[in-house]
């Protein structure tokens, strides 16, 4: 497996009236053909800039350094590098993105065959509009949409969350990209369709070989679809590691504290991780977790610890590791 | 099992679609809730599991009397609800209290949090002295962690979790006797959430208080519910033990529901 896109360092920073702040911190990832990293962090990990970020959709006046690389054919492209004009081609055509609510990320007046096909036509402007529509009504199917051609002739409004989900990922998928970003696709949804787009998800990105970012807060999610898990907090990936060892042997104590505050259908003593996320104007100096941490020690408090091995393939930053 | 609360065959119907000043009277209504009947007992926890769409919230609602229902009855601590007029009504109000899923949209943004948390003495209990409302809101703040200094400050300077100690706050301050929680931790972070419920289960224990907890959510009603109703389409599914629901449930729709659920692997 080669990788598709892997990042180095990347570090966004944005200013503030009270200074820069860091939402994105050094983060360095790999994400190969075909495989599924998951990305978990709470509110204000960071986990959303760095996906905007990969999709040169930064607010204005942010300051990147650190490099992304997108090695979808031939040619790797320096991600941070481009211009406006070369992210045309490359947003949607060879890295695309889903949100968390279809029905804001939709054209609420434009028929969802219209909106698809729009998003072809950005990529190959000189097909045939026969072709055009073929193509559309192919993504839809491929999302398992029932009815592609009387569906496509439909408003978002006409579609429930869950078919507007799967209208957003043929949309995303119809140009062809090679990685799928997903940023919380089903936070918005019931949880037995939730189920369904997981699966659809999974199957996609095995048939079309994608390279798949899923983002998301619920560990049971990523233990769903995920075979690497990246955690984040306040910017930093913290520890990162095949999905089944960071899930049952977690060695960073956010990590191991996020598992015990999930609730699961075994009613057993929650434990809430106590204090609250830094707020990223007012870091520590140390390690940003040890305000928090019950295991914390006199050196936790001076110094950002490495991430060090703690297993085949897993990593933690944490200096207990 | 002493009922605080009983509600026989509640039914709330919409009219569908059309816009508000269309006169159509062809009969086509929604049903929200469509004949539910449930006892609740004092000090227990009794979790309505639904979702969306299916009229837990409606539900919910029409229990505090926020929404008529079309037809039914609820008994209150063994009054009649829903025949409750002015100062009756007033009087049965002040025992039940709200907490909402929204910690941003449940608080108002222009009033102090101070004015927030005594918002409901100045109410129900109007001879009281301002400095003694002031002293109420203090004690409940800090019931709840916050500390005196929050009293001054406007709801956008605290973090979700601190908006949703606020509105927990708000709603014990009378010292009611029933809480209804709709989706109270759904909009919170993981860590947070633990926190809320956490202190939902001390705050119970400590006040002698029953929660009807609505959610979406069968892992989070797993945590603290004492009994658990279905809910879909607008009825109850199946009603009984948190235990027996979750562990051996009767109805095929209760196992889909909790077959979708995302479990984490078994360390």
Redesign the interface.
């Known amino acids: 497996m080669s990788d598709l896109l892997e990042t180095r360092g990347l570090t966004v920073e944005l200013p503030t009236p009270s200074g820069w702040v860091r939402p994105v911190n050094d983060v360095s990832l790999r994400i190969a053909e075909g495989e599924s990293l998951g990305l978990v962090g709470?509110?204000g990990s960071g986990k959303t800039m760095l996906s905007l970020a990969l999709m040169g959709l930064l607010p204005p006046g942010a300051r990147v350094s650190g490099e992304a690389t997108l090695a979808a054919d031939a040619s790797p492209r320096k991600l941070m590098a481009l211009s406006e004009r070369e992210w045309r081609d490359v947003r949607g055509g060879e890295i695309a993105m889903i949100f968390q609510e279809p029905m804001t990320s939709l054209n609420p007046v434009m028929r969802i065959g219209a909106q698809i096909e729009e998003a072809i036509r950005a990529h190959q402007p000189k097909l045939a509009v026969s072709e055009v529509k073929r193509k559309a009504i192919d993504a839809l199917r491929r999302a398992a949409i029932p009815e592609p051609e009387s569906r496509a002739q439909q408003f978002p409004h006409q579609l429930s969350?869950g078919l507007r989900q799967r209208a957003m990922i043929a949309m995303a998928l119809a140009a062809g990209p090679r990685v799928l970003i997903a940023d919380e696709p089903t936070t918005a949804l019931?949880?037995?369709v939730?189920?369904q787009i997981?699966h659809l998800l999974d199957r996609l990105r095995r048939e079309l070989k994608l390279g798949l970012l899923f983002i998301t807060?619920?560990?049971?999610?990523v233990?769903?679809v995920a075979e690497r898990v990246a955690v984040m907090y306040a910017g930093r990936i913290i520890e990162e590691g095949p999905a089944?060892d960071v899930?049952?042997?977690p060695k960073h104590p956010y990590t191991q504290?996020?598992?015990k505050?999930?609730?699961?259908?075994?009613?057993g003593a929650?434990?809430?991780?106590?204090g609250?996320?830094p707020q990223l104007t007012a870091l520590p100096p140390g390690c940003a977790f040890e305000p928090r941490c019950e295991l914390r020690r006199s050196d936790c408090v001076t110094e950002v610890p490495a991430l060090r091995a703690a297993g085949e393939n897993h990593k933690a930053r944490c200096v207990l590791v | 099992m002493e009922a605080i609360l009983s509600a026989r065959e509640l039914r709330k119907t919409y009219r569908r679609g059309g816009s508000v000043f269309s006169q159509e009277s062809d009969g086509a209504r929604f049903t929200a809730v469509d004949g539910v009947s449930f006892e609740v007992a004092r000090g227990e926890t009794f979790a309505i599991v639904g979702e969306s769409g299916c009229g837990k919230t409606t539900l919910a609602r029409m229990l505090l009397r926020l929404i008529e229902p079309d037809s039914g009855q609820i008994y209150f601590t063994g009054e009649n609800l829903l025949a409750a007029r002015s100062e009756g009504l007033r009087a049965l109000r002040r025992q039940m209290q709200m907490i909402f899923q929204d910690p941003f949209a449940s608080l108002n943004p222009r009033m102090r949090v101070g004015e927030i948390v005594a918002e409901p003495l100045a109410i129900h209990e109007p001879g009281l002295t301002a400095r003694k409302r002031k002293n109420t809101a203090v004690l409940m703040l800090a019931r709840v962690g916050l500390g005196a200094d929050a009293l001054d400050r406007y709801p956008h300077e605290f973090s979700g979790g601190q908006r949703q100690r606020i509105g927990i706050a708000r709603a014990l301050i009378l010292q009611p006797k029933l809480i209804v929680a709709d989706e109270p931790v759904s909009a919170l972070d993981v860590s947070v959430g633990a926190q809320v419920l956490l202190l939902l289960q001390e705050l119970q224990r400590e006040f002698s208080l029953t929660y009807i907890f609505i959610s979406h959510s069968l892992p989070v009603v797993a945590q603290i519910a004492t009994r658990i109703a279905v809910m879909r389409a607008g009825r109850f599914l199946e009603i009984g033990a948190a235990e027996v629901v979750l562990h051996h449930p009767r109805h095929d729709y209760t196992r889909d529901l909790l077959a979708a659920v995302p479990e984490l692997p078994c360390a």
Do not use: N, W
């Open positions: 709470e509110s969350g019931d949880v037995t939730q189920k997981l807060h619920d560990l049971g999610v233990a769903q089944r899930l049952t042997k504290g996020l598992l505050a999930s609730p699961t259908l075994r009613r929650l434990t809430p991780i106590p609250v996320v």
